[in-house]
C-alpha cells in the first residue's frame, strides 16, 4: 500500500484468523518493522472500521511477553515447566527419529495429528499439515468439535451452509436470534440488526440464558436446555393449524410437506410448553408474529447443535422460513454459516487422494480413549498445533490420564505456554497472523481476502505451512505438493470455474486485501427453489436421512442427560451446565492476554437454586458429577434460569483456582449426527466448598 508522510511508517492489509463469523478485514499500521496498530477496515462492508474487543488488541498479544520464540525440550516431568532452548534442526531432527522409530514399530497410524480452529486462514488451517500427514500415513482426525452436528443437520435440509446474507439483515422485519450471543461471537452482524431496528423490526432472542445480546433485544425467550427443535416444532404446529403457511412455496420448491405437517401435529403448544418451560400462549403469539411478518430472519449458531439431538435440532429449526416462505424475500431465510457459498477446491489444497487405504479415523471428541483405550495400534506420538486440547477437549480426566503417559510422544506448535504445551516433549514457536501469508473465506459474510504478513516472524516461530515443509524435507518425504509455496497453495485453493469465483485471482486479493463472491447484491439464493439438495428443494422428508439411518422427517430428540431421557441422572446431577464464550475470550485464545477484563473464572446460579444450596455470592463452589469437578466463585445471577448455571469459559487450567475446568466435567459422547461435542448436555450438582 502506499506509504504514509513518514516513509517509515506504512500500512498493511490483513485478516483476522479467528474462528469467528465475522472474518474482519484490518489494516495494520507498521513502523521500522514493527506493528505498532491494528484496525478495522472502514471499507469493508461487513467489517465497517471497528474490531471486537479481541483482535483489537492484537499487537498486546503479538508482543506478549509469554510468547514462544525458540524451539524447545523438555528436561523435567511433564508440566513441570523446565525446558531447554535447541536449535531447529535439533527439533526437526529428534521429531523426524521418533516419528520413524514409531512407524518402524508400530505403523504410521500410531502417530495422530490434533488440530483445530486457532487460525481460519485456509492454508494454515489445513494444507500442507494434511498433505504431510496422509503422505506419512498418520491416523485421520474427525475434526467435529465445533460445527459438524448442525451442518450436517442443515444440510439434510437446505443443501448445503448457504443462507441468508447477512448485511441483509439490515431490511428484515423480524429477527429471531435464535441460540446465538451476537454481541460476543458475531458482533459485525449487530450493526445491520440496528438498522433493521431503526427501519422498526423487532429482535427477539431464543436461548436458555439471558446473554449480553439477549439483554439487548426486545424479547428474550428463555426455553430449557436442548429443547429448541421441539419450539420449533411448536411454531410448525400453530402455522399449520392457523394456515398461515405459503401453500405455494410449500408446493412448489419443497418435499415433504405432509409429513412434517403430520409430526408437527403432535406437539401441539401445550405439549411444547411442558417440555421447553414456556408457556402455550407465548408459543402462540411467536409463530402467528413469525408466519405473518415479512421478511423474517433467523440467525442460528453451534451452540443449539451441542447436544445429543443437536443436529436434529438445527435441521427442524430450518424448515421454518420454506413453510413461511421467507426464502422469497433476501432479508428473509436463516443463517447458521455461509461457507458453502464459496466454491473452492478444497480437495486440491488439502490432497485426501493421497490418504492410504484403510487408514483409521479418530474423532477428535474423543481424545481421552484415543489417549487411554486405543490399540491396534496404540497412539505412540501426538502432534498438536492449531488448537489446546488440554483445556478445549471433552473428559479432560481422561485427556489429562493420556497426555502424562510416559510413553507417549508429544510435540505441541505454539504461540504462548497453553494447558497442552506442558505436556509438550519439544515445544515448537508458532508465528501470529501479523507475521504469516494466509487466504480467507469467512463463515458470516460473502468476502474472500488475503492476509499479507505485516512483519518478520519473531524469534524463530514459522507458520503452519513451513512448519510441515521442513519437517517433509527432514523426513526425506519426496511427493512433490509437499514443497508447494503459500502462494502456490493459495492459487490452487481458487482453481475453479464457478462463476462465483471469477476475477477472484490471488494476485486480485493482494491488490485489493478482499473481494465480495460474485453474488447479486440482493442475494435471494432460494426465492426460486433452486435448493442444492438432491431433489433441488428444501427436504422437509429427507431420502438421504432415511439412508444414513436417520428419522427423515424433523423431530425431537431430548439431550441424553436429561429429565426426559435419564431420570435418575437428573436427580442426582438436576443442574444443566452452559460453558458460552467469555467476552473477551475465543476458546482459550486471548485467555492469558485478556483475562484482567474478565471477571475470573466464575458459576452464574440463578438464586432459587442458590438458596436451595445455602449459596451466597463470591461463595467458591464445586461443580461435579460423575466424569470430574472444578472449583469455582458463584455469580447469583437471574441471567441463568433455574435449573441452569452458567460457566464462561474457557479458562487456561493455571488460571483456575484449582488447576481445573469446565471440560472436566463433560462428555466424551457424540451428537446425533456429524459426530459432533456434546458440551451442552452435561448435567451437573453445585456445593458450597
Known amino acids: 500500500m502506499a506509504p504514509a508522510t513518514d516513509p517509515s511508517i506504512y500500512m498493511i492489509r490483513a485478516t483476522c484468523p479467528h474462528d469467528c463469523p465475522d472474518t474482519c478485514a484490518m489494516l495494520v499500521t507498521v513502523q521500522d518493522g514493527k506493528a505498532i496498530k491494528v484496525g478495522g477496515d472502514p471499507t469493508h462492508p461487513v467489517t465497517q472500521g471497528f474490531l471486537c474487543a479481541k483482535v483489537s488488541r492484537y499487537i498486546e498479544r503479538t508482543y506478549h511477553p509469554d510468547r514462544l520464540l525458540y524451539p524447545m525440550r523438555r528436561v523435567g516431568l511433564r508440566r513441570s ?59 485421520l482426525l474427525d475434526r467435529t468439535i465445533c460445527a459438524t452436528a448442525g451442518s450436517v443437520g442443515y444440510k439434510y435440509t437446505v443443501g448445503a451452509s448457504i443462507g441468508t446474507d447477512p448485511e441483509q439483515y439490515a431490511n428484515a422485519r423480524l429477527i429471531l436470534l435464535w441460540g446465538t ?127 445429543a439431538g443437536g443436529g436434529m435440532a438445527v435441521r427442524t429449526v430450518a424448515t421454518l422460513p420454506a413453510v413461511v416462505g421467507a426464502w422469497r424475500h433476501p432479508a428473509g431465510g436463516i443463517l447458521l454459516s455461509t461457507s458453502g457459498t464459496y466454491p473452492l477446491n478444497f480437495s486440491t489444497l488439502e490432497r485426501p487422494d493421497l490418504i492410504r487405504p484403510g487408514t483409521r479415523t479418530i474423532n477428535m471428541n474423543a481424545l481421552g480413549n484415543a489417549l487411554t483405550a486405543v490399540a491396534d495400534p496404540p497412539v505412540k506420538a501426538l502432534f498438536v498445533y492449531s488448537s489446546n486440547p488440554a483445556a478445549v477437549a471433552p473428559d479432560l480426566e481422561r485427556v489429562h490420564q493420556g497426555l502424562m503417559r510416559d510413553d507417549l510422544f508429544v510435540v ?59 519437517l517433509a524435507a ?9 514443497r508447494d509455496s503459500d502462494d502456490d497453495m493459495a492459487r490452487q485453493l481458487l482453481a475453479s470455474d464457478h ?104 458459576l452464574e446460579i440463578n438464586p432459587v437454586d442458590a438458596v436451595a444450596r445455602g449459596i451466597a455470592n463470591g461463595d467458591m463452589v464445586r461443580v461435579f458429577n460423575d466424569r470430574g469437578a472444578f472449583q469455582v466463585p458463584a455469580s447469583i445471577t437471574d441471567r441463568a434460569k433455574p435449573g441452569v448455571v452458567v460457566a464462561p469459559s474457557i479458562w487456561w487450567r493455571k488460571l483456575t483456582p484449582d488447576d481445573k475446568g469446565v471440560n472436566h466435567t463433560t462428555s466424551q459422547a457424540l451428537s446425533d449426527m456429524g459426530g459432533g461435542a456434546t458440551f451442552y448436555d452435561n448435567l451437573v450438582e453445585v456445593a458450597k466448598v
Open 181 to 307: 450471543n451476537t454481541l460476543t461471537s458475531n458482533p459485525h452482524l449487530w450493526p445491520f440488526i440496528k438498522r433493521a431496528r431503526a427501519k422498526g423490526a423487532r429482535v427477539i432472542a431464543i436461548d436458555p440464558y439471558r446473554s449480553r445480546t439477549a439483554q439487548q433485544c426486545d424479547e428474550h425467550i428463555a426455553l430449557n436446555v436442548g429443547t429448541d427443535a421441539a419450539l420449533a416444532l411448536g411454531l410448525l404446529h400453530v402455522i399449520f393449524a392457523d394456515g398461515l403457511e405459503d401453500q405455494a412455496y410449500l408446493r412448489d420448491y419443497t418435499v415433504g410437506e405432509a409429513e412434517l405437517r403430520a409430526r408437527a401435529a403432535e406437539f401441539p403448544p401445550e405439549r411444547v410448553a411442558q417440555i421447553t418451560g414456556l408457556e402455550p400462549e407465548r408459543i402462540i403469539s411467536l409463530a402467528r408474529e413469525y408466519a405473518t411478518t415479512q421478511p423474517a430472519a433467523i440467525r442460528i449458531n453451534y451452540g443449539m447443535q451441542r447436544h
Open 499 to 602: 462463476p462465483a469465483l471469477r476475477g477472484i485471482t490471488l494476485e486480485a486479493l493482494k491488490e485489493h486485501g478482499w473481494l465480495r463472491l460474485n453474488v447479486p447484491e440482493e442475494f435471494a439464493p432460494f426465492a426460486a427453489g433452486n435448493f442444492p439438495t438432491p431433489s433441488g428443494k428444501c427436504e422437509l422428508r429427507s431420502e438421504r436421512m432415511t439412508a444414513d439411518g436417520f428419522d427423515p422427517v424433523p423431530a425431537f430428540t431430548p439431550p441424553a442427560e436429561s429429565l426426559q431421557n435419564a431420570p435418575e441422572l437428573a436427580a442426582k446431577y438436576p443442574l444443566a451446565l452452559l460453558t458460552p464464550p467469555a467476552h473477551h475470550f475465543l476458546n482459550t485464545t486471548f485467555v492469558n492476554v485478556l483475562n484482567r477484563y474478565e471477571d475470573g473464572p466464575k
Open 474 to 482: 527432514r523426513m526425506g518425504l519426496t511427493e512433490p505438493c509437499l
Open 81 to 139: 515447566g523446565q525446558w531447554e532452548r535447541i536449535t531447529w534442526d535439533e527439533a526437526l531432527g529428534e521429531i523426524a527419529d521418533k516419528f520413524k522409530g514409531i512407524i518402524a514399530e508400530y505403523g504410521p497410524q500410531a502417530i495422530l495429528p490434533y488440530s483445530y480452529s486457532g487460525t481460519l486462514g485456509l492454508l494454515n488451517y489445513g494444507s500442507m499439515d494434511r498433505r504431510f500427514f496422509h503422505v506419512l500415513g498418520a491416523s
Open 412 to 470: 505441541v506448535h505454539e504461540q504462548f505456554p497453553t494447558d497442552t504445551a506442558e505436556y509438550a516433549d519439544i515445544l515448537l514457536p508458532a508465528t501470529t497472523q501479523l507475521e504469516q501469508a494466509d487466504i480467507h473465506k469467512a463463515y458470516g459474510h460473502l468476502y474472500m481476502s488475503w492476509n499479507e504478513p505485516a512483519i518478520a516472524p519473531l524469534g524463530e516461530s514459522v507458520s503452519n505451512t513451513e512448519l510441515f515443509r521442513r
